[in-house]
C-alpha cells in the first residue's frame, strides 16, 4: 500500500476536527485547496498527503495522530477497508506492537498504535471505526446489551453464537469470564469478511480457543457435532428464506415446524439442538415472536418441555431496531436423566416501562441489568419468584396454555402500583408546588443591562495537557472494555457523545457509580483544580464544538482537547460557585418536569378508573 491513499471529506473533517459544512467551506474560499483525485462529484475523494499539508499550511493540522492516520489509510484502501482491516489484524495478530524495516506506512502506523494501544486495543479501535461506518449495513448489537445476555447465560466452558456477525456477544462472554475457565468459542457468520473480523477480534483477546466458520448456520452448519454450555444469538429478523421448504423434515425441530414467517423460532431450536442438557441459550428476540398466532404451538411445546424458562422484555432502544422494545429469551435444554420438572413456571420481566430511556439520555443500564439479572437469578435458584406488580412475576405453564400462548410479559404483569388514590395524588402535588417554589428561587437572576463583560481574556490549556502535567487524573473505558474506576465525590463526569446528558460533578451521595463506555471520568487535584468550575466551562457550547468529531450520525467528543482557562484557585471557586447553582436550579427544573407528568397521568388514571370524581 503505497502513499497515494484517498481521503473524502468526511476524513478530513475528522483530520481537522471540524464538521463536513466546514470543508465544503473550505473548497469555495481557498483557491489551493486540493483538487479531487477521484470518487464521484457528489461525494469526491482527495490525496490524503495533499490534504495533510494543506491542513498543516493553513496551521489547522498541527500533527497527524497515528490512530486518525491509520484509519485513513484502511479506509482509503484500494482492496476495500474491509481487507485492509483483516490485514491488519492478522499483523497484529503474528507481530503485536512491532514491524520488519522494511515495511510500508500502514504496518508501520498498525505497529505505532499497538505500542500506545495493545494489538487488541489498537484493532478495537480500527473494527469500531469500520463497524459505525457500516452501521446502516449491519445489525449490531451493542455492548451493553451483549453483556446482560452473557450475564443471563453465566458461566460456560464452550459459548456458540450461530449468527455472529463481528463476534460481540463472543466478546462480551469472554470478558464475564472470570478467567479460570478455558473457554472455547464457536461462531457462524453469512458475511465471511465480517467473520474473518470477528475471528480476529477474538483472537487477539487471548486465553480462549477460537473457532469462527464463514457460511449460513440454518442451512449450512459448520459444526454439526457441536454441544456447548451456552448459545448466546442475535439472529436476523424476519427472514422470509431462512430455509423452510429446504429443511422440513430437519431433526432440529423438536419442538415442531416453524412457520414460514417464524424465521426467529427456526433460530431458537437451532440454540437449542446446539445445547449440552441443561445448557442455557440467550436470544434476542422481536416482541412479535411472543404473540404471532403462526407460532403458538411450537411456542406451546417449549414451554410443555420446560425449555423455555423467561421472557424479558427490554425498552426501546437496547438494540436495532431501536423503536422495538426486543424481548430476550431465556432457554435450557432439559435434562432427560432429571425427570421433569413438577408445576413448571415461567418468568416474564418487564422493563420496557420502568427503564426506558426518556429524550436522548440513553438507557439506565446499570439499574436495567440489576432488575434483570436479580429476578433471573432469584428464579433461576428456586424455580419461582414472588410478584412485583409491573415488573416481573413467575406464571405458572398451564396458564400459558390457551389458543393464543401469548408470552407478552407486560400481558400477563399487574400494573405497577396505583398513584391515582387521593392520598398519593395529594402528596404529588405538595411535593410539585415545594419544587417549583425552589426552582423560582433557584432561577438565576438577569443581570444589569450594563453589566458587559470583555470577553475571554485568558489562556486556556486543554484536558490533556492538565493530565500530562498531573493536575487531574483522565479515567476511559479502555479499547479491551474495561470501564473506568467507580466515581467518587468530587470526580467529573464527562458524556463523550452527543445527547441530553451532561457534564457533571458527582455528588456526596453518589461514590461507586461506574461510568458507561460513553463517559469519561476526570478526577481534578483539588489543590490545582476546583470540579465546578472545571464542570462548568467543559460544558460551554463552543468548548464542546471545537473538541467534537462531525464524521458521523453521533457527534463524540474527545475529551483530551476540551479546554478551561488558566485562572488562580480562588477565582475558579467564584466560577465554581456560579456553576453550582445553576446545576441546582437545572435540578430542580427536571424534578418539577417529572413530578407534573406524574401527578397528570396520575389524575387521569384515577378519573378513567373512577377513583377520583370529576368535581363540579
Not at 415461567?346 to 446499570?366: C, E, I, K, M, Q
Not at 443591562?449 to 470583555?454: G, I, L, Q, V
Not at 487531574?472 to 467529573?492: I, N
Amino acid at each position: 500500500m503505497g502513499e497515494n491513499n484517498e481521503v473524502t471529506a468526511a476524513g478530513i473533517a475528522r483530520l481537522a476536527g471540524v464538521g463536513r459544512a466546514a470543508v465544503s467551506n473550505w473548497r469555495r474560499r481557498y483557491e489551493n485547496f486540493p483538487r479531487p483525485v477521484g470518487g464521484t462529484e457528489s461525494s469526491p475523494t482527495f490525496s490524503l498527503p495533499e490534504i495533510e499539508r494543506w491542513l498543516r499550511d493553513l496551521g489547522k493540522l498541527a500533527e497527524v495522530p497515528v490512530r486518525e492516520r491509520l484509519w485513513q489509510l484502511v479506509e482509503s484502501d484500494r482492496e476495500g477497508p474491509a481487507d485492509a482491516l483483516g490485514r491488519a489484524g492478522e499483523q497484529l495478530l503474528a507481530r503485536g506492537a512491532s514491524a520488519p524495516p522494511e515495511a510500508g506506512p500502514f504496518a508501520a502506523a498498525t505497529a505505532t498504535l499497538a505500542a500506545e494501544l495493545g494489538p487488541a486495543g489498537a484493532y478495537e479501535f480500527l473494527l469500531g471505526r469500520h463497524l459505525d461506518a457500516a452501521a446502516r449495513q449491519l445489525t449490531l448489537t451493542p455492548p451493553e446489551t451483549a453483556a446482560l445476555m452473557a450475564a443471563i447465560a453465566g458461566p460456560a466452558d464452550s459459548v456458540l453464537d450461530p449468527a455472529c456477525g463481528p463476534c460481540t456477544l463472543l466478546a462480551a462472554a469472554r470478558a464475564h469470564a472470570d478467567g479460570s475457565w478455558p473457554v472455547e468459542l464457536y461462531g457462524q457468520e453469512t458475511d465471511h469478511a465480517l467473520a474473518r473480523l470477528g475471528g480476529l477480534r477474538l483472537a487477539l483477546r487471548g486465553t480462549a480457543t477460537v473457532h469462527i466458520r464463514a457460511g449460513d448456520s440454518l442451512l449450512a452448519d459448520a459444526f454439526p457435532r457441536l454441544s456447548v454450555d451456552a448459545v448466546l444469538c442475535h439472529p436476523p429478523f424476519n427472514e422470509r428464506h431462512w430455509g423452510h421448504d429446504e429443511l422440513t423434515y430437519d431433526p432440529r425441530w423438536e419442538y415442531g415446524l416453524p412457520a414460514r414467517a417464524e424465521s426467529e423460532l427456526a433460530w431458537v431450536q437451532h440454540a437449542l439442538a446446539k445445547l449440552r442438557p441443561g445448557g442455557t441459550a440467550v436470544l434476542l428476540m422481536p416482541p412479535a415472536a411472543a404473540s404471532r398466532r403462526t407460532g403458538r404451538r411450537v411456542r406451546a411445546t417449549l414451554l410443555r418441555r420446560g425449555a423455555l424458562r423467561a421472557v424479558i422484555a427490554l425498552p426501546a432502544g437496547a438494540a436495532p431496531p431501536h423503536a422495538l422494545p426486543l424481548h430476550l429469551w431465556v432457554l435450557r435444554r432439559p435434562d432427560t436423566e432429571a425427570g421433569a420438572v413438577s408445576n413448571p413456571r415461567l418468568l416474564v420481566v418487564d422493563t420496557a416501562t420502568a427503564h426506558r430511556a426518556t429524550g436522548r439520555a440513553g438507557l439506565d443500564w446499570p439499574a436495567l441489568r440489576h432488575t434483570v439479572l436479580d429476578a433471573w437469578h432469584d428464579f433461576d435458584r428456586a424455580g419461582d419468584l414472588p410478584e412485583r406488580p409491573g415488573v416481573h412475576r413467575a406464571l405458572p405453564v398451564i396458564d400459558l396454555l390457551d389458543d393464543e400462548v401469548d408470552l407478552a410479559p407486560a400481558r400477563h404483569l399487574p400494573p405497577p402500583a396505583q398513584t391515582s388514590g387521593t392520598a398519593a395524588l395529594a402528596a404529588l402535588h405538595r411535593e410539585l408546588t415545594a419544587t417549583l417554589r425552589r426552582g423560582q428561587d433557584l432561577a438565576p437572576s438577569a443581570p444589569p443591562a450594563t453589566a458587559a463583560a470583555p470577553g475571554p481574556h485568558w489562556s486556556t490549556v486543554t484536558i490533556g495537557e492538565l493530565a500530562r502535567a498531573g493536575a487531574l487524573e483522565l479515567h476511559l473505558t479502555t479499547a479491551a472494555g474495561d470501564p473506568p474506576p467507580p466515581a467518587r465525590p468530587g470526580d467529573v463526569l464527562v458524556p463523550l457523545v452527543d445527547g441530553e446528558r451532561q457534564t457533571r460533578v458527582v455528588g456526596d451521595d453518589e461514590g461507586g457509580t461506574v461510568p458507561d463506555r460513553h463517559t469519561g471520568l476526570l478526577r481534578p487535584d483539588p489543590e490545582a483544580l476546583n470540579p465546578w468550575f472545571l464542570a462548568g466551562f467543559l460544558r460551554g457550547t463552543a468548548n464542546t464544538r471545537q473538541a467534537s468529531s462531525y464524521a458521523s450520525s453521533a457527534t463524540r467528543v474527545d475529551i483530551r482537547r476540551l479546554r478551561v482557562p488558566r485562572l488562580p484557585l480562588a477565582t475558579q471557586r467564584r466560577y465554581g460557585r456560579r456553576f453550582a447553582e445553576l446545576a441546582a436550579f437545572e435540578t430542580a427544573l427536571r424534578r418539577a418536569g417529572e413530578l407534573g407528568r406524574r401527578l397528570t397521568q396520575g389524575t387521569i388514571d384515577g378519573l378513567t378508573e373512577g377513583t377520583l370524581p370529576p368535581g363540579d
